[in-house]
């Protein structure tokens, strides 16, 4: 269903106190829906993935880890609070929050996750596929 997108793009958080590079494969957007996302982005989040080896980090001083649940950790600056990565635990990538990549990123939406735990105060209507929960593994556009 999807399709791997080779972009070569830099990438930061707001204040610039962590900047990153991303060469290669990415996933398309996946839209996802779910309490921790909703909660850490203020609304739903867009995020591509690439492998770790992909995303170097130019500027990290401001870069902290928060472990958001057993199987996670998310990514952030902490002088300007921007949402950057989300780390799964034995996972061959790394997500990127689609926001924080510079424009133009010539990526595309692929589907929506989650989507039991949207707030009430939207629609998902843009006839992108809905999972209830993760996606399926071929979603993931990234080789283990």
Partial sequence: MSTKQTVNAGGSCLCG???????GA???????????????SGHFVASTACSPEQLVLRADEDLRWYRSSASAQRGFCQRCGSSLFWRP?????IC?????LT??????????????MASD?????????????DYPATLTGISA
């Fill in 89 to 93: 635990e034995g996972k061959p990538y």
């Fill in 121 to 133: 105060y939207y629609s998902i209507d843009d006839g992108l596929p809905q999972y209830e929960d």
């Fill in 26 to 40: 990415l996933r398309p957007i996946v839209y996802c829906h779910c309490d921790q996302c909703r909660k850490t």
């Fill in 96 to 100: 990127i929050m689609a926001g924080t």
């Fill in 103 to 116: 424009r133009p990123t010539a990526l595309s939406a692929s589907a929506h996750i989650y989507v039991h």
């Fill in 17 to 23: 106190g962590v900047k990153y590079e991303v060469t």
